[in-house]
């Protein structure tokens, strides 16, 4: 359906897309991830010609759209896209969002439009909301009239571009929800996103981008549990972990503990590894805070390789000392005592001069 053959684009000297082959077929659920600023928002942009590409084609249905006799307003109608920041029209209501493109563009009847209308909000579950206006919503409802007024347009195709990264996770949520179904009812769908276990579940197909190419593209078990590429397989798994870095006594705990509980959430991890995962990180905090004003910590919590165990490692400036051996700490220490408890191995390494501690978490605990 979709044919994308050598596109680059480049911004004066900025090569943004080097040479992107891809092909979609109808019904395809394609996407796309990769590092920030590797160019995925501009391959979006460049195929409903937001932006012009500056070398290459793109065909949709044997049809070449960089054609200059091509109706560029046409080829938006079916290649429509759906962004990160909603795009809603402020000052007209929901059902008034979703009708203006059809009424306007596609010279379609004001009832006809509103029929269709009410019938895509009740597909998103907003039917109640026809009323509303956008600042009235929450930012999943917004999103879901988004995609709900992008339907309107009955495109062929639909462009997603991040389209939850600015909402909360419950709103994540909802929104992917509405994904889902569409891909279910066989909607050809090209999707940037950040939330991998979504794109596990929904795509036929990965692609990885990075350096303004597709790096690696296959199915979702390939990407995601044995890439080829050593780049795809650093990407995976950085962002399969979580980061923090602490700088001072008074960090904010709770938010710190609530990202936490949110990485557990999407790495569907049983409920008694992430309350070990909690308490070790809690027992690690007390031993660095007595440091904390003259140290930073970097706290990352990750998958290891191959053992498929959690990871969690502390990284701390300062003289090189093991923070476990410290003369503050007895053997006896109770919280030295619940560290060596939940882990089942701790290595210290003096490396690129900070002192760096693993700790591996115990499984099946009893
Ligand atoms: P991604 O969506 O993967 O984060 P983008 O496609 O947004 O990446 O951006 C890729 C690169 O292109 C970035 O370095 C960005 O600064 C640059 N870029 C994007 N749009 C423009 C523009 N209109 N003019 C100049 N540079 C741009
Ligand atoms: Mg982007």
């Not at 339907?151 to 600015?166: Q, V």
């Not at 995601?224 to 798994?237: D, G, L, M, S, V």
């Not at 990750?302 to 969690?312: N, T």
Request: include cysteine.
């Amino acid at each position: 359906m979709i044919k994308i053959e050598h596109l680059s684009k480049n911004y004066g000297d900025l090569v943004v897309l080097k040479d992107i082959t891809i092909e979609i077929k109808t019904g395809e659920v394609v996407t796309i991830i990769g590092p920030s600023g590797t160019g995925k928002s501009t391959l979006l942009r460049c195929l409903n010609l937001l932006e012009y590409p500056s070398g290459g084609s793109i065909y949709i249905n044997g049809v070449d759209i960089l054609d200059k006799k091509v109706d560029v307003a046409k080829i938006r109608q079916k290649m429509n896209m759906v962004f990160q920041s909603f795009n809603l029209f402020s000052h007209l209501s929901v059902l008034e969002n979703l009708t203006i493109g059809p009424i306007k563009l596609k010279g379609m009847s004001k009832q006809a439009a509103q029929t269709k209308a009410l019938e895509l909000l009740r597909l998103v579950g907003l039917a109640e909301k026809t009323d509303s206006f956008p600042d009235e919503l929450s930012g999943g409802q917004q999103q879901r009239v988004a995609i709900a007024r992008c339907l309107a347009m009955e495109p062929e195709i639909i462009l997603f571009d991040e389209p939850t990264s600015a909402l909360d996770p419950t709103m994540i949520r909802e929104v992917l929800s509405v994904i889902h179904r569409l891909a279910r009812e066989g909607m050809t769908m090209a999707i940037v996103t950040h939330e991998m276990d979504f794109a596990r579940d929904v795509s036929n197909r990965v692609l990885y981008m990075d350096e303004g190419i597709i790096y690696e593209e296959g199915p979702p078990e390939q990407i995601f549990e044995h890439p080829k590429e050593e780049k795809t397989r650093a990407f995976i798994q950085r962002i399969r972990s979580y980061t923090c870095r602490i700088s001072s006594p008074d960090y904010d705990l709770y938010a710190m503990n609530a990202e936490i509980e949110v990485f557990c959430e999407k790495q569907i991890l049983p409920k008694k590894t992430r309350n070990n995962l909690l308490l070790l990180v809690e027992e690690l905090l007390q031993i660095y805070t007595p440091y904390l004003p003259t140290i930073v910590l970097d706290l990352t919590i990750a998958y290891a390789e191959k053992s498929e165990r959690l990871k969690i490692v502390c990284e701390s400036s300062g003289e090189a000392a093991n923070p476990l051996d410290s003369d503050n700490l007895s053997d006896d220490d109770l919280g030295l005592t619940i560290i060596k408890n939940l882990t089942e191995r701790i290595d210290y390494q003096w490396l690129n001069g900070k002192n760096r501690l693993q700790f591996l978490l115990k499984t099946n605990q009893p």
